[in-house]
């Protein structure tokens, strides 16, 4: 049996795969990893992940082989080293697969110029998945951890290490966009062809307020030609929601299922991927789409 326990368990630190589905019309949440380019990439060095990533956002773990010995690949732009049994330090790089016998710690220091950051796990962490998914919904208390992870969480990895050859790719190129193209919402013609134009030429900030549920911004109000409240209606990730007080939110992978204030526009998943590594103060613009 080999095992791991979560030494330091860093900021938003939870399990996440690619979201869990066809179960919003009961009011659970998609979830799923807010960069999902991340762990597509991370698939192509470990394989079999058994389709449970770790998540964390700014600061990231440590993570501690108690016993046995396992196999593992961070992804995403951050600063990391391996304190190994004997005490010594090693240096190690994202996208690039670690070796960890018992006793090596693997310490993942912060995200760099970015929010997000992912570590996979050969055969995975040995979890049951909650409603088809391994996903965490912290506020809704759904997952197979249903919390973000502690200190002293300890993991079970029933199977050994397939392979001890290490294996990398070059790091991707997950650019850094803070223009992004959307798409007509479908409450578009509440707003006035100004509030329009306001919304396509003017420039947005993130607030510290952005969670895992909506990246808010702050910028010129947009205010509604008719309602800011709607008939409560399903709703996708990407949308650009306002809110009473003209300050758009995009919604993001823990979104309720359902809102009542009008959305203006759309991101693509892609994009929604994108948005969520720009942090707090990060400037972004809108290109409104047009559809025939």
Request: aromatic share 8%; glycine share 8%.
């Amino acid at each position: 049996m080999n095992s791991i326990i979560i030494t330091r368990a860093g900021t938003h630190s939870t399990i996440q795969d690619f979201g869990r589905f066809q179960y919003q019309h009961l009011g659970v949440s998609p979830s799923g990893a807010m960069d999902q380019r991340i762990i597509t990439e991370l698939q192509k060095i470990i394989p079999n992940h058994q389709n449970q990533f770790l998540e964390f956002a700014y600061v990231g773990p440590s993570i501690k082989v108690k016993e046995g010995s396992v196999k593992i690949c961070v992804g995403g732009n951050c600063n990391m080293s391996i304190q190994k049994n004997n005490n010594s330090q090693l240096e190690c790089q994202p996208y690039k697969s670690i070796n960890l016998f018992e006793g090596d710690e693997l310490i993942i220091h912060n995200t760099i110029d970015s929010v997000y950051g992912y570590i996979a796990f050969e055969h995975g962490l040995g979890l049951e998945p909650c409603l088809n998914s391994y996903s965490t919904d912290t506020k809704a208390g759904i997952g197979s951890i249903n919390r973000p992870l502690n200190d002293e969480d300890i993991f079970h990895i029933s199977k050994d290490v397939s392979s001890w050859d290490l294996i990398s790719i070059p790091k991707p190129d997950l650019e850094k966009v803070t223009n992004f193209k959307v798409y007509p919402g479908p409450q578009l013609q509440y707003f006035s062809d100004n509030t329009l134009q306001s919304f396509i030429s003017g420039v947005f900030t993130i607030t510290n307020q952005s969670d895992r549920m909506g990246i808010r911004l702050k910028g010129e109000s947009l205010i509604s030609s008719k309602s800011h409240d709607i008939l409560s209606e399903g709703i996708l990730p990407g949308s650009i929601q306002v809110p009473s007080d003209g300050q758009p939110i995009v919604l993001m992978r823990d979104i309720p299922c359902t809102g009542g204030y009008p959305k203006i526009a759309i991101l693509n998943e892609v994009d929604i991927s994108r948005i969520s590594q720009l942090p707090p103060e990060t400037k972004i613009t809108f290109d409104l789409q047009t559809i025939y």
